[in-house]
């Protein structure tokens, strides 16, 4: 799964404890539910009918008549649930400031999200909005606190220094350049003196 360090990326620094446990919780809960495995008792008493209410289960689901196999049918909209919320845990079980970006978790099992990018986005947004939902104390539950962000947005290479919004600074004419991280649009560029011109390459796989 593809993950990386960007700046200004915070997933619940203050509570990576509770939303990992939250999140445990609700994996168990689906996942006892769509197995019959016998650990639904392991739930949080606490969280339990919290999670019944905003994760109802009937299981084992059987596929409706005519559904699509890997679209509609309920049980694989839960078990793509379970790869999200998995995939949360794993950025927060990797420390503060770690990401995933969201074609990351589609590349992760794209037969389970229906070769559809826009399937696994729908499913990381029922994610979050789930996890808001159990615990309103984790207001800040958004998808990118959560460490799931978006794909670079290109790069830029030459005699500039970016100043991104939250402070950071990034030499671009160091390496190959520097990769444009979603927290970090809206900045500044700095131009050397000598810079002359600018050039605007659509494609990076043109320019590298």
């Known amino acids: 799964m593809a993950a990386y360090a960007t700046a200004g990326a915070t997933p619940l620094a203050g509570s990576r404890q509770r939303a990992k446990h939250i999140i445990s919780q609700v994996v168990?809960?689906?996942?006892?539910?769509?197995?019959?495995?016998?650990?639904?008792?392991?739930?949080?008493?606490?969280?339990?009918?919290?999670?019944?209410?905003?994760?109802?289960?009937?299981?084992?689901?059987?596929?409706?008549?005519?559904a699509r196999m890997l679209d509609d049918r309920p049980d694989m909209k839960l078990w793509r649930l379970v790869a999200v919320m998995k995939a949360c845990m794993d950025v927060l079980d990797?420390?503060?400031?770690?990401?995933?970006?969201?074609?990351?978790?589609?590349?992760?099992?794209?037969?389970?999200?229906?070769?559809?990018?826009?399937?696994?986005?729908?499913?990381?947004?029922?994610?979050?909005?789930?996890?808001?939902?159990?615990?309103?104390?984790?207001?800040?539950?958004?998808?990118?606190?959560?460490?799931?962000?978006?794909?670079?947005?290109?790069?830029?290479y030459g005699q500039v220094i970016y100043k991104a919004p939250n402070g950071n600074k990034y030499n671009c004419a160091q390496g190959t350049g520097w990769s444009i991280e979603p927290s970090a649009q809206g900045g500044t560029l700095f131009l050397h003196h000598n810079v002359d011109r600018i050039l605007v390459v659509e494609k990076e796989t043109v320019f590298n």
């Open 28 to 66: 168990l809960h689906i996942v006892s539910k769509l197995t019959g495995a016998d650990f639904e008792d392991a739930v949080d008493g606490s969280l339990k009918s919290l999670i019944e209410k905003y994760v109802p289960v009937s299981v084992p689901v059987r596929p409706a008549h005519g």
């Open 94 to 156: 990797r420390g503060p400031g770690s990401t995933t970006t969201k074609r990351g978790i589609y590349y992760s099992d794209v037969e389970l999200f229906g070769n559809s990018q826009g399937i696994a986005d729908r499913a990381i947004e029922q994610a979050v909005t789930i996890l808001a939902n159990i615990d309103g104390s984790f207001g800040q539950f958004a998808r990118h606190n959560l460490g799931i962000v978006a794909a670079k947005r290109g790069m830029v």
